[in-house]
């Protein structure tokens, strides 16, 4: 019986480049099936591999883009609106920051900027749905997440506020998710307000428990806040709609700890490493999401401070594939049990 888990897969926003063959849609989904990847998560913010204001459009284009992708030998998994999502929310901390996720006629325009994202957000709903895609990615953005440590105290009612305020700007966005039939799995990643499971649940409640409110899971994120990233699936995997696969570190000593000491990746004591190189469990994951049946792609999201991109795509894709477990549809002592006889039974029991 073939496992539930699809994959491997291949989140293409770290890979994409302007020189082949990393430049275009065709040519990437290529290189990625010669690793042996089979599906491939496309970032929509890079106009290199995707046009997401055509896909919303244009049939079309959504079947060229299927084409492409089913001539290269890979399935498409997920759309992702990674960086559109980050700007349905902005802290004014981060304005300039973030501006570089928008077009550059928006920048300096954080209300422009705001409606730009959640038009696109809205779009890769309906893009989704004309390639047959049931599951999209992204982030929630952040209006709280500069006040993450309780210092200088903060005045009450300002947490409370801001998960209102994501709330309401997320539960219209959500709507049109629901009218095409499409899940919105949020990457929980710091830096967002939603960055573990009491802030997913904070965020839940202001969406009123919205059924396309989902989630992205990635160990990583969990690793390094030194969250219990196995309970976590069996707390909220009726929730998990996507998985990122991707490893991570966490090696505290008597300088830094999980804030790291704004120290560059290479020096952090928390950081992000190709898979195998990490501490990441994915042995104990992938069983746990077996358990309960998760049943969409395995998507390897490649992040590392050593290892070159290119080696850790190409180990990336057998270490997905060892990792996926064929479910079993039958028990191992099967071979020891009997026909069912209720007498038997009661008189096992003593019972009359």
Known sequence: MPGLIKGPALFLAQFAGDDAPHNSLENITKWAAKHGYKGVQIPTFDPRLFDLDKAAESDTYCD?????????????????????????AVNPAYDLAFDGFAPAHLHGNPAARQEWAVDQVKKAAIASRKMGLDVSVGFTGSLAFPYLYPWPQRPEGLIEEAFAELGRRWKPILDVYEDHGVDL?????????????????????AVDDHPRCQIN????????QQLDYLSFIDIYHERICAYHVKDAEFNPDGRQGVYSGYQPWLNRAARFRSLGDGQVDFKGIFSRLATHGYDG???????????????????????????????????????????TDKAQINAMLGLS
């Open 185 to 205: 799995g949020y990457e929980i990643h710091p830096g967002e307000d939603v960055f573990d499971g009491a802030t997913f649940e904070m965020f839940l409640e």
């Open 64 to 88: 060229e883009v299927l084409g492409i992708c089913a001539d290269a030998g890979v399935a498409v998994t997920e759309l992702s609106t990674h960086l559109q999502g980050q700007l349905v």
């Open 217 to 224: 899971y990635d160990p990583s994120h969990f690793l390094l």
């Open 297 to 339: 792609w395995a998507v390897l999201e490649w992040e590392c401070c050593l290892k070159s991109p290119e080696q850790g795509a190409a180990e990336g894709a057998p270490f997905i594939a060892e990792h996926i477990i064929e479910v079993t549809d039958k028990a191992f002592d099967d071979f020891a049990g009997g026909e």
